[in-house]
């Protein structure tokens, strides 16, 4: 059995839950894509997981996952021209250079596919 804190990288009241191994991998997962960085003549893994479909990466020779903030709720990502874009939920794009040593994100708001419908009886 493994403890799970749902957490975000910020002080949260949130409960534990404890999981299986398999059940926790299959909470902790959501995608993972795996993209060559022809700048560097590497490859590199970008994972989004959980709590709150959160961006990780790591590149081939590092020790741990760099977790890219801020935000949350990540469906997809692509990685072009040196950039990592990440879509969210919200219609929001992000933008990430990896080949920075400090990752800062730029915001595309697309807005468009998150909305809902409210029907009226």
């Avoid at 997809?76 to 400090?102: K, M, Q, R």
Wanted: charged share 15%; hydrophobic share 40%; glycine share 4%.
């Amino acid at each position: 059995m493994y403890e799970y804190l749902w957490r975000t990288g910020t002080e949260e009241p949130y409960t534990p839950s404890i999981f299986t191994a398999c059940a926790l991998r299959e909470r902790l997962f959501y995608k993972a894509f795996m993209f060559s960085n022809t700048s560097r003549g590497s490859y590199f893994v970008v994972l989004i997981h959980n709590p709150f479909r959160q961006l990780s990466f790591a590149q081939v020779g590092d020790d741990k996952w760099t977790w890219l903030p801020p935000c949350t709720a990540y469906l997809d990502c692509i990685y072009v021209d040196a950039l990592l874009y990440a879509i969210t939920s919200w219609g929001e794009i992000h933008a990430f250079d990896l080949n920075d040593p400090i990752f800062y994100c730029k915001d595309y708001h697309a807005g468009i596919l998150y909305w809902s419908v409210t029907l009226h009886t």
